[in-house]
Structure formats: C-alpha cells, structure tokens
C-alpha cells in the first residue's frame, strides 16, 4: 500500500514537472509572438521633399561648397549649390555647423545573408553546396529586417554589395540600399557580378593527427592547379552549353540541349556584359585571375586584393578594379612591416589601380568603413581619396557612378548629415536619406542604450 502511495506521488510529481514546464513554454511563446509585433522590423523611414539649407557640402566629385543647400525630392537630389532654389512646401532643415556628405557604399559584403553565425543555423543564407552555383542570387537570400541594416546605415553606409560564398562558383551578388521592406525594394542591382573563388596555392590543410596540418609547397601548387582546371572546365562546358542552345535557337533541326540553369544563369558573364568578381589575396593568384580574364574576355573586379598593388602592371592592362578589404587584417608573414595592409590603399592611388576600400564583413561590422578608410588616411592615403575611397570610388568600381557616390543633382538622394568629418570616430550623424528617404536614427544598439542607461 505504502509502495502505491509512493508511486502514485512520483506520477503525480512528474505530471506538475510537465505541465510547468509547458506554461512555460507557451508564456515564452506568447512573449515571442507580443515582441514580434513589428517594432524588431527596420523602419523605412519617410519620404518628402526636403531641403538642407546653410550646410557645408562635400559634394566629392568637385569642389566643397561651404554655405549651400541640398534639395531632395522624388527620390533624387533636385538642387544644390550655394543659392540653390527651394521649392514651396518642402521641409528645410537647418543645416548650420553640419556637412553633408554622400552616403558610403560598401562593396564587399555579405550583409543580409547572414545574422548569427554560430548556432542558429535559419539564420544563415550565405553559401549552397557544390562547386558550381552560378544561379544562387544573393537577393534572393537576403533578409530586409536583419539587424545588421539599421546599426549599419545610421553610421552613414547606404548601399552595400551582398554576395554568397560557398563553392568554386558561388553565385550572383546584389547591390542593395539599406532601406526597404523587401528584397525588391532594396535592389539597385539585384544580379550584379558573379562570384569565384579564384584557386589559390595554400599550404595549410586544417587540422590533423593532432595539430595542424600543412602541405608541401609542391602538392599545394598540385592542388591549386586542379581546381584552376575545374574552373576552366566549368567555363568551357558553359560555353559550349550556350553555343549549342544559341544554334538550336536559330535552326531547330538541330540536336536540341536541354536547359540547365547553371549554366543559363553564366550567360551575361561569359558574354561580357556583367562583371565577374573573383576573391583574390595574393600577388600570384591575382596575376592568375588577370590571365584568366584575358583568356575568357571578361569583366573582371578583385575582392581582397591584399597585394593587388605588387601586380598593378596586369591589373591596368585588363581594366580590373580591387574592392580592398583588408584594413582590419594582419599581415601574411611575421616579419612584414605592421602597417603593410594599412599602406595598400595608397600605394594602389600611387600605381593608378581602380580601387575602393571595404569591410568586407558579413554584417556586424560593416558600420566600421568610414573608420576604414580613416586608417588609410592616416598611412599615406589623402584625406580627399579616403573619403573618395567609400564613396565616389566604390560607385566607380560597381559602374555606379551616374545614380550615387557624389553629391550632383539627379543622382540618388543617399546622404548623410554629420557634426563633423564623417570618417572621425567621434562624429555623430544627424541625418540620413536614403532614396530620398529621411531615416530614423534607431538602431538595436541604439534600443539597448536606451533600455540600461538609466539602470543603477
């Protein structure tokens, strides 16, 4: 009888455990549901007509106008100069002891496509399996409400490229404003470049045996060239894929090819007619993708480029541009000089290289590149090119020019509105438009500030 009881408390017992354990679950879910009301999402800010009168204008592709108005309407800039005319009813805003700059492009990223790296799996969009994955577009995976758009754009960046990673062929890039409740919205390029990543010579294998592993320098040259000829391969057989779809368009007797959308998706690049974007580091491998270039007459851009300065010679001679991201990285071997990464920039300006400078971050620290390009500025780069490294640069590299990048009537109204230079740390933005947009200065960060400033 005494054995009955017993047991029947333990039931009884296990049955209040798993009951509070599903209050508990449901209360958790029901605060989820309540705090995903909206409020989490990026507010896309207000569109107007506006005018920023009194202001120091950095206009970057001519000369600092130092008392003028900026005028914003449709989406564009409408005006600007020194006695720029205001049309009725726009909203001014005193521009008095502020600059107003372009906003910076980031053109390296993958921002969008990846939000917590390390154990929340649904939250990462940044590479498909296989080598050959010329048909992943990135705006397809990008989300419009990762928190990494809100804590980017209020440091002043406004447009990003965003680009898958995984495989040989990884995919097509997207550039994007950092505005926008869907990926449509966002798009300014939606199938910008395709991604490679260029078959590099390295000989550290991982890890192994219980330490790390290397590979001789022989077998690692072995390796690099077998996917070099897995590369060509892939082009050849796109090549001949599409010749073969091209001659049965025109003469249907012939034998008829089956569609493949890989290869499909090559098409634009094979042909020239957009840019092929190949992550790059090293003085060899960069003269490699240089050859590569020539032998498949393609439009070739190079992101990485920690040494792209040292084969300047054959980027020139295949109009090849270098996104550089490598500000924040160290130096490849111990005895190089400290500020070998820092120095780059300046000694591309110096050769006449194409370039601009990124994070090349995958979200996080995107927000960092007006620091960026202020390092660069302080190891031999000019003030006037680091500026135009993260702005009128990086549109030039992404054959932007004409939309964004200066501060000119018709282009795109991406502008901020800062208390001072906008590549010092210590400067605060008043001010951000985007697509002519006057965005809200809020962020996560700024939400948590908020919520713990006042805890004692």
């Known amino acids: 009888m005494e054995n009955g009881k017993l047991i029947f408390r333990n039931i009884r017992s296990r049955s209040a455990r798993i009951g509070l354990l599903l209050l508990t679950a449901c209360c958790l879910l029901l605060t989820a549901n309540a705090q995903n009301d909206g409020s989490e999402q990026n507010q896309n800010g207000r569109a107007g007509t506006f005018a920023i009168v009194g202001a120091r204008i950095v206009t970057v592709s001519g000369a600092t106008i130092e008392n003028g108005t900026v005028v914003i309407q449709n989406g564009k800039i409408a005006a600007v100069g020194a006695n720029a005319a205001i049309p009725a009813g726009a909203e001014k805003i005193d521009g008095k002891g502020l600059s107003v700059y372009p906003g910076m492009i980031d053109a390296a990223t993958n921002l969008g496509l990846l939000e917590i790296g390390q154990g929340v799996n649904a939250s990462v969009d940044i590479a498909e399996t296989g080598s050959m994955n010329a048909n992943a577009r990135a705006i397809k995976g990008i989300n419009p409400h990762s928190a990494h758009v809100e804590v980017t754009r209020v440091n002043g960046v406004t447009t990003?490229?965003?680009?898958?990673?995984?495989?040989?062929?990884?995919?097509?890039?997207?550039?994007?404003?950092?505005?926008?409740?869907?990926?449509?919205?966002?798009?300014?390029?939606?199938?910008?470049?395709?991604?490679?990543?260029?078959?590099?010579?390295?000989?550290?294998?991982?890890?192994?045996?219980?330490?790390?592993?290397?590979?001789?320098?022989?077998?690692?040259?072995?390796?690099?060239?077998?996917?070099?000829?897995?590369?060509?391969?892939?082009?050849?057989?796109?090549?001949?894929?599409?010749?073969?779809?091209?001659?049965?368009?025109?003469?249907?007797?012939?034998?008829?090819?089956?569609?493949?959308?890989?290869?499909?998706?090559?098409?634009?690049?094979?042909?020239?007619?957009?840019?092929?974007?190949?992550?790059?580091?090293?003085?060899?491998?960069?003269?490699?993708?240089?050859?590569?270039?020539?032998?498949?007459?393609?439009?070739?851009?190079?992101?990485?480029?920690?040494?792209?300065?040292?084969?300047?010679?054959?980027?020139?001679?295949?109009?090849?541009?270098?996104v550089y991201t490598n500000i924040y990285a160290l130096p490849v071997l111990d005895d190089n000089p400290y500020d070998e990464l820092f120095v780059a920039p300046s000694k591309m300006q110096a050769a006449g290289l194409k370039y601009c400078i990124s994070t090349g971050n995958d979200g996080a620290m995107v927000r960092d590149l007006p620091y960026q390009a202020g390092i660069a500025a302080g190891f031999g780069l000019s003030k006037e090119d680091a500026l135009k490294s993260v702005t009128l640069y990086p549109a030039e590299v992404l054959g932007l020019?004409?939309?964004?990048?200066?501060?000119?009537?018709?282009?795109?109204?991406?502008?901020?509105?800062?208390?001072?230079?906008?590549?010092?740390?210590?400067?605060?933005?008043?001010?951000?438009?985007?697509?002519?947009?006057?965005?809200?200065?809020?962020?996560?960060?700024?939400?948590?500030?908020?919520?713990?400033?006042?805890?004692?």
């Open 160 to 322: 990003v490229l965003s680009y898958p990673t995984g495989g040989v062929i990884a995919g097509q890039a997207a550039v994007i404003n950092l505005t926008g409740a869907t990926q449509d919205a966002m798009a300014v390029v939606p199938d910008f470049g395709l991604v490679i990543n260029f078959p590099r010579i390295s000989t550290f294998g991982g890890f192994g045996g219980g330490g790390r592993r290397t590979i001789e320098f022989s077998d690692a040259v072995k390796l690099r060239d077998k996917q070099l000829d897995e590369l060509k391969k892939l082009f050849t057989d796109a090549e001949n894929y599409l010749r073969a779809r091209d001659a049965y368009a025109k003469d249907n007797t012939l034998p008829y090819t089956a569609t493949d959308e890989r290869n499909d998706a090559m098409a634009p690049y094979i042909r020239g007619e957009r840019p092929v974007i190949f992550i790059a580091e090293r003085e060899r491998d960069i003269r490699g993708v240089a050859k590569f270039v020539a032998e498949h007459k393609l439009k070739g851009i190079i992101v990485g480029g920690m040494e792209a300065w040292k084969a300047a010679d054959e980027l020139k001679k295949n109009n090849i541009s270098v």
């Open 401 to 456: 020019a004409d939309k964004m990048g200066s501060i000119d009537a018709g282009k795109i109204a991406n502008l901020v509105v800062t208390d001072g230079d906008m590549l010092e740390p210590r400067t605060n933005v008043k001010y951000v438009f985007i697509d002519g947009r006057m965005m809200p200065l809020t962020s996560r960060h700024t939400e948590l500030f908020d919520s713990f400033k006042d805890r004692k």
